[in-house]
């Protein structure tokens, strides 16, 4: 007899179906089939099979088993969870996990080359073809092209033997890691800190801990040496490494490769899909041992995945905000768990959620208060805007443009930090008073002065910049008010017009090989003064830097962000960390209109256990995380009138639980985006109510009907 086959679909459906087996076909649980759904065939993945032969109306039957690996069950369980916490269909997650899969697969590489045996006869024509030979060309024509003569005269050489056409396979093989490799041996706390790793991953299944250590105090050396250690005790031990924005992060990955000699696995959205193929069936086969990659790679179908490191843990880049929801952090230790892996999360900044975990002894917690070796951590100082202004229309202050002039004439390197991209955040109409947004979007249009467009950062939507006002048509009346990098770097290249000057956003660096190129720059000392957003703020080591200039401290505190002061306080900690990171000592600049805010002064005073127990205490007095659950639940439409009607709906069935306060409906801190309006609830909730389930029961109460959307975020990142 056949039996039930439940199938999960990558597509938004509540939750798997069920199929007939299909005859003389036996399947096992996370085999990849093709189901019918309506006229289609889908690609799904088994998740349960169970005896009988379903209910009144006969069950579809699956196509066929695919060929191709199967899921690994603690893959497919961490999907199904991942989708419960996020309270979203399990098909969201699931079509993460298959991207890979998806993709197309390396091709092989043909190639036309030189055989060694001499041609019968040589003409001008010959000898161009034979010169020309070996640089790749893959058909006769591309290289009949390439050595311009007609593909005849290539088709002679073949047919006589002195070229031949050879057809390299792709290396789908991924290099053993080398375990032996020498290392820079560690400094004592280093040492300690790794060993209490090792012990703890010796022990136990599932462990977590919690790597606080300065900027520069080394740990991306500590982590290292626990994959070695994992990968050592375990053959088939597979290490997941997450960085933040990983295009920006190459030297981490080459640092990784170079210690273990061979290039770990990549995983992000600059890989092109024939490698992200290639990665994706080389970690299901247990063959890629060390994979480092973006927060996407939770996802991949590990074999025996043992360790996963979350590097920069505090950083906003591991919340993914669209499509399936969810903050990697969080879901890093969801896996681990399920893997019975052990989970590091390393900064220097730590979130506060992961400071509880390990101040309650959920999280092992391990600390490094120096940087390694004789660098210091550099002075800061404030420079008070009230009482030194820039001149008019210019955004530096004498005393940071002093320090730049005097860093320069040593010949050491300076970092201006501003986190905006763009020349100038609003373009206002001095006529009308109008500021320019994107279309139905109620969000300023950035003025970008290198591509000469005003660009929308919340939809992507850009225009050209106009002549006149669109709202009034008043001619040159457009103001560029507030600075981003690019006109800091104008100013800079006016006050310092002999320095060489480089900009550092994600507008400059289109691409991995692009941010590398600048990093590689950058340490050789062929740029001065590196003008750059958060993009320059992670993980690089410059050691001729020795002066940060924060341009604007203040930028992330407006708002009413209740997480603001935190996430300045990372922000600025982490980019004034890169001064002084070898035996120079450094320095950091902050320019502030608020230099008694707690922020300036933690950083001052380079007291950051002060500063978080003040956060620490606010959040608890407010019942937020760490200390409460908080979600948020976005409603938009595109019609008002409906979108009210329904919050109001929405409003009346919000289920009565104890433990639970529903804030809401208000505008929701984007109210007005490609002409969808948005209004939000947020949910508090105490630690020991199951948040999730609580949303699903509400959003199972209520259907929005027509253009109306509800979409639920779990943590939301501001709040
Ligand atoms: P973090 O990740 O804590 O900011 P890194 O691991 O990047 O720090 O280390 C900072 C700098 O110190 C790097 O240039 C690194 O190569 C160097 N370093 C760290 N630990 C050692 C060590 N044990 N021996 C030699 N150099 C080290």
């Excluded at 230790?333 to 892996?341: D, H, P, S, T």
Aim: a neutral charge.
């Amino acid at each position: 007899m056949s039996r039930i086959a439940s199938v999960l679909l990558p597509l938004p459906l509540p939750e798997a179906f069920d199929y007939a087996e299909p005859e003389g076909v036996e399947l096992a649980v996370g085999d990849q089939v093709a189901a019918p759904l309506g006229p289609r065939l889908v690609r799904g993945v088994v998740t349960a099979l169970r005896e009988g032969a379903g209910g009144n109306r006969p069950l579809k039957v699956i196509e066929e088993r695919l060929d191709c690996p199967a899921l690994p069950p603690n893959t497919l369980e961490f999907v199904q969870w991942a989708a419960r916490y996020s309270v979203d269909a399990p098909g969201a997650p699931l079509a993460i996990a298959l991207r890979g899969m998806r993709a197309p697969r390396p091709r092989p590489q043909r190639r036309i080359e030189l055989t060694g045996k001499a041609p019968a006869r040589l003409t001008p024509a010959r000898e161009r073809v034979l010169a020309a030979a070996g640089q790749g060309a893959e058909t006769a024509a591309d290289l009949a092209r390439a050595a311009g003569v007609s593909a005849g005269v290539v088709k002679g050489l073949i047919d006589e033997g002195a070229l031949a056409v050879t057809v390299v396979e792709p290396e789908l093989a991924f290099p053993e890691p080398d375990l032996a490799r020498p290392a820079p041996p560690l400094n004592a706390s280093q040492a300690a800190a790794a060993d209490a790793l090792k012990t703890m991953t010796d022990e136990a299944g599932f462990c977590a801990a919690l790597l606080d250590g300065v900027t520069g105090s080394g740990k991306t050396e500590v982590y290292l040496e626990l994959v070695r250690h994992v990968l050592a005790k375990d053959p088939t031990a597979q290490a997941l490494i997450l960085l933040p924005e990983i295009a920006l992060t190459q030297a981490v990955i080459a640092r990784i490769g170079e210690r273990f000699g061979a290039p770990p696995g990549e995983w992000h959205s600059d890989v092109a899909p024939p490698a992200r193929r290639k990665v994706w069936e080389a970690v299901v086969a247990g063959d890629c041992r060390i994979v480092v990659g973006a927060r996407s790679a939770l996802f991949l179908p590990f074999a025996n995945l043992k360790l996963v490191v979350v590097d920069e843990e505090h950083d906003a880049s591991y919340k993914q905000e669209e499509g399936f929801i969810y903050q990697g952090r969080d879901l890093a230790v969801l896996r681990a768990r399920i893997e019975g892996a052990a989970v590091l999360l390393a900064s220097a900044t730590p979130s506060l959620e992961s400071l509880r975990n390990a101040e309650t002894g959920r999280y092992r917690w391990l600390r490094l208060a120096a940087r390694h070796g004789t660098a210091q951590l550099p002075d800061i100082d404030l420079i008070d805007l009230r009482e030194t202004p820039p001149q008019s229309g210019r955004w530096l202050a004498q005393p940071l443009v002093k320090a730049v002039g005097e860093t320069l004439a040593r010949g050491e390197q300076t970092l201006l930090f501003l986190n905006r991209r763009g020349y100038a955040p609003l373009v206002l109409c001095r006529a009308c008073g109008e500021r320019l947004c994107a279309p139905d979007t109620d969000s300023w249009l950035v003025e970008h002065r290198y591509s000469g467009r005003l660009v929308c950062h919340l939809t992507g939507y850009s225009m050209p910049k106009p002549e006149r006002c669109p709202h009034c048509g008043a001619k040159d009346s457009l103001a560029s008010i507030g600075p981003g990098v690019e006109r800091v770097e104008e100013e800079a290249r006016h006050l310092f017009p002999e320095a060489r000057i480089a900009v550092f956003s994600s507008d400059t660096l289109f691409d991995a090989r692009e941010a590398r190129r600048m990093v590689e720059a950058m340490e050789r000392g062929e740029i001065d003064i590196l003008v750059a957003t958060q993009a320059a703020a992670k993980g690089h080591n410059f050691p001729n830097l020795t002066l940060v200039g924060v341009v604007d401290a203040d930028l992330g505190l407006r708002g009413g962000d209740l997480r603001a002061g935190e996430r300045t306080y990372q922000l600025l900690a982490q980019a004034t960390g890169r001064a002084g990171r070898r035996d120079r000592p450094g320095r950091a600049m902050l320019q502030t209109y608020a230099p008694e805010h707690p922020v300036m002064q933690a950083l001052k005073a380079q007291d950051r256990d002060a500063f978080i127990a003040a956060e620490m205490e606010g959040r608890m007095f407010a019942g937020l995380p760490p200390f409460g659950r908080l979600g948020a639940v976005i409603v938009s439409g595109e019609d008002p009138r409906s979108l009210e009607a329904f919050v109001k709906d929405m409003a009346a069935a919000a289920p009565n639980a104890e433990g639970v306060d529903v804030y809401g409906p208000a505008d929701a801190p984007l109210s007005l985006v490609r002409g969808r309006r948005r209004k939000r609830f947020l949910v508090r909730a105490e630690r020991n109510v199951d948040l999730s389930a609580y949303l699903a029961t509400w959003r199972a109460r209520v259907k929005p009907t027509g253009s109306l959307r509800v979409v639920i975020d779990v943590d939301p990142y501001s709040f």
